[in-house]
């Protein structure tokens, strides 16, 4: 794993998600109304949706094209069969940090 440092909390508003570039790829990071950080693949598995531009109520997240549900700290669907891949995060001195497999 390689760990990548993505800038200051911050940036990314309670209870939104905001998509970075990490290496080669483009992953979602969520802030929650709680504080909670969460880091996911981009794109909804079904329809491409933009998770980043997803609804976020606690630890949930809503794609906004077809409102599939998933579970931000498992990458679980609430309802239906698919995962969405999640990715560990942490904060290290006010900067998001985010663990990616080897470019």
Known sequence: MAAY????????????G????????????????AGRIF???SACPHKSGPLADGLVGGTTLVC?????????CTGKALSGDCTITTFPVTLEDGNLMVELGSD
Request: hydrophobic fraction near 40%; glycine fraction near 8%; charge should be neutral.
């Open 18 to 33: 905001r998509n970075f570039q990490v290496g080669k790829a483009t992953i979602a990071v969520f802030r929650t109304h």
């Open 39 to 41: 880091a996911t693949q």
């Open 64 to 72: 906004p094209l077809h409102e599939m549900q998933f579970d931000l």
């Open 5 to 16: 440092k993505i800038g200051p909390v911050d940036q990314i508003p309670l209870g939104e």
